[in-house]
């Protein structure tokens, strides 16, 4: 479902005014603010409940506009750009001077992408057209819209569920197509150095290389409680409040049984064949294919957060490179489930 063309002029006009407007892109739902405004970005941060060092993504209408935010941009990240844009990629570069610091977490850098989705496009550029914010930047920040830690929004509806009256507008768009977050690639050593993963999706590793010509270097994992250089890179992340466990597909049954026996009510997320009957009251089963799974994931978690579950068990995803992008939100979602807002890393 498209909003009528009076919604985009609606959503510019609160952007102008420094309040948050919800919009669809390709990947997940981002809550939208004028980049440029750091008193509309600090509401973004006041709604998710987003800790101030946690720097957003800011969403440009095309290449064109990467050196109004970023400075030494590489050659890299013009190829990249040019190879990816609009879509799923967001690049990590050296910050311009006329970014306000509340958007990069007072950090030198900052991350960018062009996203895909024909509504967050439209957006972008109608935004453009009436002037783009303060000093004409024509960047929306957006983090995910969702409450910090939680599951990323993939449908209008999970907007509101997640933070209810604090976004005046909520474009929907249906669906996501993605499902999961953007790829981080950090590209702030410049051309002399391999770009560094900070997040995988669904731009893969080797896409990348196909263009630079050789592979990013994959960032290590940071611990639940460690200062964030990436939110998202915390080892707690997308996570549901009810606790999650990841089991390998041999055990799986067996774990139901057992879990079943002593008495537990379980919800269930698998990909493969399903366990037998009864061994739990709630079942989710997810398609083989590991883009298919991405776009339903979240929706699914979401529910089967809401099912009155002691325990969601999920089904490992199969250790190729094609599931790493969900393989790494699963790991995170399990490692902050079954945690309270407050303790949320
Ligand atoms: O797909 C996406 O990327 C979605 C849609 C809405 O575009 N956005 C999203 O935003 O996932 P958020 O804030 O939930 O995650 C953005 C990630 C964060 O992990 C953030 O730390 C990272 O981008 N990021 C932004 N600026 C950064 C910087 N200067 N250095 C390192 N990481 C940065
Ligand atoms: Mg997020």
Redesign the pocket.
Known sequence: MLPEAGQIDRAVALLQAGELVAFP?E????LGADAANPVAVARIFAAKGRPAD????V?LPADGYLDRWASDIPQFAWELAEAFWPG?L?L?LK?AAAVPSVV??G?N???L?V?AHPLALDLLRAYARAGGGLGAMCGIA????NRFGRI?PTEAAHVREELGDAVRLILDGGRCDIGI??T?L?LTAGDALPPRL??P?RVTPEQIATVIGFLPEVAGRQHADAT??????LAAHYAPTTPLRLVSTTRLGGVLDALQHAGHRCAVLCHGPLPKDGAAPVLRRLPTDPHAYAQALYAALRELDQAAAELIVVEDPPATPAWAAVADRLRRAATGSGRNEDSDG
């Open positions: 892109t990947t997940v739902y981002g946690h720097p957003l993504i969403h799923p967001t990590i910050r990069t977490g950090q850098s900052v991350g992408r996203p957006a983090p995910s819209a990323s977050e953007s981080i950090d900070l997040r999706g964030p250089r990436v939110p998202g890179s």
